[in-house]
């Protein structure tokens, strides 16, 4: 089933681009903007899928007006497919650093997982990738901080100074 493009940048509009502009248009500041992203960033690539959203929560109840909230968010959400990708590199990682053996990523493997009989395997793996993302981690939020800065200065900039009778949805056009 193919996608076409004009549906992909609808889906992209609707679920990325918005967003962002409405973050934008309600003037955060760009040093609160780039922790807040590098925050949600690093969270959504930890290498446990499925718990990144509660680790988001806690990040934004435990720092509270440090971050914003809804920037997180849509950050954690657009490091989804990052996720995946670099959970081998982060096991690999917690390895190296353990000496611990190498965890085969084969079919054989899978299926040894499946039946339960590597068990004990796949717990030191998980926590090999869970040490080489806290390892990782700290580097990454300060790479991307420094990364966002910047741009997010342009951005602020940008949007808060554009018309503010610009398609901004109100109360009254969505009742």
């Known amino acids: 089933m193919a996608i076409s493009k004009g549906r992909l940048k609808a889906w992209f509009d609707k679920k990325i681009s918005e967003p962002l502009v409405q973050i934008l248009r309600r003037g955060a500041e760009p040093k609160q903007l780039a922790f807040s992203a590098a925050l949600g ?18 990040a934004i109840a435990s720092l509270g ?38 965890f085969p990523l084969t079919s054989d493997a899978l299926k040894k997982v499946f039946t339960g009989q590597a068990s004990r395997d796949v717990f030191i793996s998980i926590g090999n990738a869970l040490l080489g993302w806290l390892i990782a981690a700290p580097f990454v939020i300060v790479a991307l901080y420094i990364l966002f800065l910047p741009c997010f200065k342009i951005l602020v900039r940008k949007f808060s100074s554009a018309d503010p009778t610009a398609k901004t949805p109100t109360k009254e056009r969505i009742a």
Do not use: D, Q
């Not at 930890?46 to 990144?52: A, E, K, L, R, S």
């Open 41 to 58: 960033i690093t969270m959504g690539v930890f290498p446990i899928c499925g718990v990144t959203v509660l680790l988001c929560g806690v």
């Open 65 to 102: 007006s440090l971050c914003h909230a809804p920037t997180v968010m849509l950050a954690n959400f657009i490091a989804t497919p990052i996720e995946l990708s670099l959970v081998v590199p982060f096991l690999r990682l917690g390895e190296k650093i353990t000496g611990g053996p190498h």
